[in-house]
């Protein structure tokens, strides 16, 4: 069966594409030997990260670029990171509602990953997620991460380019540096722009991303460098506006990427990614092998029966003595 | 030297506290002992986690907190949760610029942590320095995260309390059910509530927290099961206005975690907070372990020579072959 399933997913079949989803959020028996199979098929697609503040309309634009590439021929993934809701007993499927558009086009396939909590969880979800997509011959991969922090930073290393949206009057300088998306933006897009205060955010962004660069050691003079200079674009998503621009970019930066600098940019990346990923696979097995000896640890910390780094020594010499069991 | 600073740190002196708060962020030799030396002295301080998106006013209504409790005579920590940032080569300093009216009381300790993007590292720095405040006998900790996102939830995890900033007008249903704020809230302010459509954000957030309670399976009747039910509070946190109110609120929600249902609610919670850090500890140990192995792995993984969970067997299977060395 996980042969079949293998090269169901490798024909693009859409519920072969579902099911193996499914089995990466299961965590079910397989989906070990799934993921490494379809493995050498995939690091085709064009992977982009979508992220920015609730409310930038970042969906609205994901759902537009979906059109954008469709309109190009290209069959594309949407992958949607929303943190599970005790709520709805899953992801939230708000996305899902702004990508009606899209629904009945066998070319396009739509998930929203749940998050589970667990830490690395979304790394590695997401990862396999994306090698399950890539593999199965979906050209372009739009990865929508929500919110600003720490978690985005991590997603946004995934993508070969992402997109950072903001909506005008973003807030006072404090906040957009603390919200760290000037560091992970390849394109800025200023989304809502026919509202008050479109040009003048998108110039405050230009000067913040000028005075970035002018901190920075390098001497050389603009240009001259082969560094990527992320542009700041203008959009208004709900009636495409914007979108056929903010394509180009994204291919420019895309062919940036096979430039003797962004070869070095984009081969970092992949090596983060891959880091990341293993050590989530690692540290899933640990906690896999340790289960309800972390649990009963973890009871003897919460009532101070024990100390933190003492238990976590304890907890390592247990996992450096035993095998791990195959999946 | 290492029983001097926990001497001192006992002691409450400021400027031990802040070597040991570096200590953590370096991850020092000694880092070890010092936490666990420290852990047995921890536990008596009252855990506040305040969150909300970026440019809902946390940041000035946790000074404005910090002042409340101070006109209480209870001494207060800060802990604030920025991602680091290339551009400035650390944490921002925002939130100090906001804290600065605390700035010269002995009696406030503030610190900005830098999430360092490793996988846990975050739960990990945020626990080790909750301990170290502890310790020092801050009788209120205040830990302030930055934007919404699985991020914060899992942050959110570490507070007795939470309370959940958000702004009027923070957008449409979809969006405020997306961030997972509803799930993570203890008190919810509406805050900058003498703008336009602050009670309207109010009521529609009591409408959602309803929609929720109905949703739920508890058949009892509101008022008998002894659940939480979370407040909906306006502030106005630039001129302090609410912030009584609120602090109110918060000592309502702790007399509540002593109830039967609170105390099951407080225990689960500080069990899932052991269970994250000790998870994070064992992570961060494999990881020093197999250090340059897994480098080297996710090198050939990048270039496809590898599939990713062949490699994390492979690793885990020399992990289990070694001995951990004392830091």
Known sequence: M????V???LCGEERAVAQACRLI???RPGVRELIDALYAHAGRARLIGVTGSPGSGKSTLTAGLVAQYRALGQRVGVLAVDPSSPFTGGAILGDRVRMQRH??????????LATRGAQGGLSRSLEEHVVVLDAAGYEVILIETVGVGQDELDVGGVAESTVVVVQPDMGDDVQAAKSGIL???DVFVVNKADRAGADRTALELEQRLELGRAASLSSEPSGTSGAWYPPVLKSVALNDSGLPELVAALGRHRAWLDTPVGLGHAEARRQASAERLLFALICERAQLILGSELKRAAERLAKRELTPHRAADELIELLSGRKISAS
């Not at 996980?2 to 399933?5: I, N, V």
């Not at 629904?103 to 929203?112: E, L, M």
Request: net charge negative; no cysteine; hydrophobic share 50%.
């Open 2 to 5: 996980a042969q079949e399933l």
């Open 7 to 9: 090269a169901a997913v």
């Open 183 to 185: 560091e992970i933006a």
């Open 103 to 112: 629904f009945g086009d066998a070319s396009v396939f739509i998930r929203s």
């Open 25 to 27: 959020d299961d965590r």
